[in-house]
């Protein structure tokens, strides 16, 4: 850690290269998504770069300042900076010059940015549902912990945001307290897959209640979208 500024060999490329192919795009027709990293400013603080499925300069209505990011990356450039962990692994060079690194520095929890890129793209349309799915926790969440004081925070600015939204938090109670980052023990793995599935089993009804209620508001703006003929149409 001391001599190279990060604990584990980096050969993710490799690997990411067999996963993903060389030549994937990032963009993609169906579900607009993004994937957050942090790189550092010419003043040397961190801001959020978002890697986009979706140009947001056709598409975004308002004229507000937007997040950085870029929607002409491939799949595996935007994988491998968003999964360059601190003292894990170093900063990468993937896309353009600059270095990326995972965006948990600026925030874990990317429900703001998500909710600052709707009102970019949609800055009139009242927000339906926002569904946040946690990667697990070693107990649950204490009403008066540093974690429940910030989902509170969260669901104030979605409340702030669209009076009407609702917001729903999923975390996962794991039953492995020592895990570590660096778990490779397979029967370890399948514990916490098995406590996820129980987790999210033991909360169905809330999470079918999200879906449901985000799947009405998709319809219902289906129907109220007016039809808009393709150019090459015309």
């Excluded at 209505?61 to 937007?66: D, E, F, L, R, T």
């Excluded at 709707?118 to 009403?143: E, M, Q, Y």
């Amino acid at each position: 850690l001391v001599w190279h500024g990060h604990l584990c060999p980096d050969e993710r490329r490799a690997f990411i290269l067999d996963l993903c192919g060389p030549d994937q795009r990032l963009g993609s027709e169906g579900t607009r998504s993004f994937a957050l990293s942090s790189r550092k400013t010419r003043g040397g603080a961190l801001e959020p770069f978002l890697f986009r499925s979706y140009d947001l300069g056709a598409c975004a209505q308002s004229k507000a300042k937007a997040l950085a990011g870029t929607s002409r990356a491939l799949l595996w450039q935007a994988v491998e900076a968003t999964s360059a962990a601190p003292t894990m692994f170093p900063r990468c060079v993937s896309w353009g010059r600059e270095r990326f690194l995972d965006g948990m520095l600026i925030a874990n929890d990317p429900t703001l940015f998500a909710l600052r890129e709707a009102r970019t793209i949609w800055p009139n349309r009242p927000i339906g549902t926002v569904l946040s799915l946690g990667t697990g926790d070693a107990s649950p969440t204490a009403d008066d912990s540093a974690e429940a004081r910030r989902l509170r925070k969260i669901r104030q600015a979605v409340q702030a945001i669209s009076p009407s939204a609702k917001y729903y938090r999923f975390q996962p109670v794991l039953e492995q307290h020592d895990c570590s980052p660096f778990e490779h023990d397979e029967k370890r793995l399948r514990q916490m897959e098995d406590a996820t599935r129980r987790a999210f089993r033991a909360g169905n009804r809330d999470l079918l209640a999200a879906l449901r209620s985000s799947r009405g508001q998709q319809q219902r703006a289906g129907r109220a979208r007016p039809r808009m003929r393709r150019p090459d149409a015309a």
